[in-house]
C-alpha cells in the first residue's frame, strides 16, 4: 500500500496506529491481578479486552484476507463457536504474553497491509450486509473497533488505579490537583441528586 502518495491510505493507517498505541499505553505498568479483575457485570476486564483485540486483528486482516494467522493459540480461537472465548485469555497467560500476542497481531496486520492497495478485495464471512468488501473498509472498520476498546480500556484503568489521559503524548486533560478534581466530582454528584430530587 503506498502511503507516501495516497494521503487516504497514509491517514486511515496513522488513525489504526494511533489506537493501536493506545491501547498498548493503558496497559503499561499494569498487575497481574488488576489486568484480569472484572470490573462490569459481564466480567469486562483490561487483559480480556486486549485479547480480544488481538483476535479481531487476525480476524479481519488475516481471515478476511484469505490469509493464515501465524500463531496456533489465535488459530484455534478462530475456529471455536464460544462467542466469548476471545475475551477470556488463557489463565497461563501472563499481562505481558497477551501484549506481545497483540503485537504480534499488529505486525502480522501491518505486512498485510503493506501488500494491497485500499481497494483490494476482501470477504467478512460473519457479516450479513456488506459481506464482500474492501481493504478500506477493514481498515476504517478495525479503527472504529480499536478506539471502542480503547475508550473502554480508559475507564476500567481509571477504575483500577487512577490512570488517566487520551495518550501517551497528548493526555488532552486539565491539569488539575487532586482537590480540583474531587470539587468536579462532588459537584456532578450534586447535580446529579438534584435532578432526582426534581422529579
Given at each position: 500500500?503506498?502511503?507516501?502518495?495516497?494521503?487516504?491510505?497514509?491517514?486511515?493507517?496513522?488513525?489504526?496506529?494511533?489506537?493501536?498505541?493506545?491501547?498498548?499505553?493503558?496497559?503499561?505498568?499494569?498487575?497481574?491481578?488488576?489486568?484480569?479483575r472484572p470490573m462490569t457485570p459481564t466480567g469486562t476486564h483490561m487483559l480480556g479486552i486486549v485479547h480480544h483485540?488481538?483476535?479481531t486483528e487476525y480476524g479481519y486482516f488475516g481471515e478476511c484476507l484469505g490469509l493464515l494467522p501465524n500463531d496456533d493459540h489465535v488459530l484455534e480461537l478462530l475456529q471455536s463457536e464460544d462467542?466469548?472465548?476471545?475475551?477470556?485469555p488463557p489463565a497461563?497467560?501472563?499481562?505481558?504474553?497477551?501484549?506481545?500476542?497483540?503485537?504480534?497481531?499488529?505486525?502480522?496486520?501491518?505486512?498485510?497491509?503493506?501488500?494491497?492497495?485500499?481497494?483490494?478485495?476482501a470477504v467478512i464471512p460473519w457479516w450479513s450486509i456488506?459481506?464482500?468488501?474492501?481493504?478500506?473498509?477493514?481498515i476504517v472498520h478495525m479503527i472504529a473497533e480499536t478506539s471502542r476498546h480503547a475508550g473502554q480500556l480508559d475507564i476500567v484503568r481509571e477504575l483500577l488505579d487512577g490512570q488517566v489521559g487520551l495518550r501517551e503524548q497528548a493526555l488532552n486533560l486539565p491539569s488539575y490537583s487532586s482537590a480540583q478534581w474531587q470539587e468536579q466530582y462532588s459537584h456532578l454528584q450534586q447535580l446529579s441528586q438534584e435532578v432526582v430530587q426534581r422529579k
Amino acid at each position: 500500500m503506498d502511503t507516501i502518495n495516497d494521503p487516504s491510505a497514509q491517514r486511515l493507517r496513522a488513525y489504526l496506529n494511533e489506537a493501536r498505541s493506545t491501547v498498548l499505553w493503558k496497559c503499561e505498568a499494569l498487575s497481574e491481578e488488576l489486568a484480569r479483575r472484572p470490573m462490569t457485570p459481564t466480567g469486562t476486564h483490561m487483559l480480556g479486552i486486549v485479547h480480544h483485540l488481538a483476535v479481531t486483528e487476525y480476524g479481519y486482516f488475516g481471515e478476511c484476507l484469505g490469509l493464515l494467522p501465524n500463531d496456533d493459540h489465535v488459530l484455534e480461537l478462530l475456529q471455536s463457536e464460544d462467542s466469548q472465548i476471545d475475551f477470556l485469555p488463557p489463565a497461563d497467560y501472563s499481562v505481558q504474553d497477551v501484549l506481545e500476542l497483540y503485537r504480534k497481531s499488529v505486525a502480522f496486520a501491518e505486512a498485510a497491509l503493506d501488500n494491497l492497495e485500499l481497494a483490494s478485495p476482501a470477504v467478512i464471512p460473519w457479516w450479513s450486509i456488506h459481506r464482500h468488501s474492501t481493504v478500506e473498509h477493514l481498515i476504517v472498520h478495525m479503527i472504529a473497533e480499536t478506539s471502542r476498546h480503547a475508550g473502554q480500556l480508559d475507564i476500567v484503568r481509571e477504575l483500577l488505579d487512577g490512570q488517566v489521559g487520551l495518550r501517551e503524548q497528548a493526555l488532552n486533560l486539565p491539569s488539575y490537583s487532586s482537590a480540583q478534581w474531587q470539587e468536579q466530582y462532588s459537584h456532578l454528584q450534586q447535580l446529579s441528586q438534584e435532578v432526582v430530587q426534581r422529579k
